[in-house]
């Protein structure tokens, strides 16, 4: 600088920000304990529902936003309160127990804190429904507890519980073995009729399983004899 001007100073001005982006949805499954049977159905509950976080968001959850709900046998959806959610913040994961016969349809949607909607639901059914079901001897048999004709055993199964009827474990035993399906004549939806040719005294018991697997069993006793007595007369002394 020359003489006697004031030396020059440079001034500088700074200023941050923060930039926040998450394009991200939450990666999770949901899953039941325990799981269903081969017919997806659970024989009693509760059901424990998990919603597990397989990738966490890097902005995290936005728990008001965020949202459960559940429908039972097609009905309206309702939402679920939070407070009926057991939270693992260390594993990352929440449950519900689910409760009642019937299908409910459990649908989440988990949104970040960055405004991405995640969506997944899960079909979960119980039916600890003991079934009912009948045995009748058709005709009735005499005073006796005997038939001298063929005899038909009906069996009788509900359908009116909510897993229905497991076809492919339902059925009867004859004296402990089972029955040919051969045998069976099945009038929809619900009636078995075994139709008995042969002569003996035959033990029947008939099983009903659910598709949830609850059994309850019947059972009947046949008895065909269609043979006269055979004899002769004879006089003494001749």
């Not at 929809?188 to 042969?198: A, E, F, K, M, S």
Request: contains cysteine.
């Amino acid at each position: 600088s020359s003489p006697g001007s004031s030396p020059s100073r440079s001034r500088s001005t700074s200023s941050s920000a923060t930039v926040k982006v998450d394009r991200q949805g939450f990666d999770y499954s949901i899953s039941e304990s325990p799981a269903p049977n081969v017919n997806g159905w659970h024989a009693s509950g509760p059901v424990t529902l998990m919603v597990s976080l397989d990738s966490p968001s890097v902005s995290g959850m936005d728990i008001p936003g965020s949202v459960c709900t559940r429908s039972l046998n097609g009905g309206p959806a309702t939402v679920i309160p939070w407070g009926e959610f057991t939270v693992d913040m260390v594993n990352e994961t929440v449950s519900l127990p689910v409760s009642g016969n019937g299908v409910h349809v459990i649908s989440c949607d988990l949104v970040t804190n960055a405004g991405v909607h995640s969506i997944d639901s899960r079909t979960v059914r119980i039916d600890d429904s003991v079934p009912v079901g009948t045995t009748e001897v058709l005709p009735a048999p005499n005073a006796n507890g005997w038939h001298n004709a063929d005899v038909t055993l009906r069996a009788t199964m509900s359908v009116s519980n909510p897993s229905g009827i497991d076809t492919s474990l339902s059925g009867c035993t004859r004296n402990g073995v089972p029955v040919p399906l051969t045998e069976y004549d099945f009038t929809p939806p619900n009636i078995l009729d075994i139709v008995v040719h042969d002569d003996g005294v035959f033990d029947y018991v008939c099983t009903v399983v659910t598709g949830a697997g609850v059994s309850t069993s019947r059972s009947a006793t046949v008895k065909v004899d269609r043979n006269a007595i055979d004899y002769t007369l004879s006089a003494s002394p001749p």
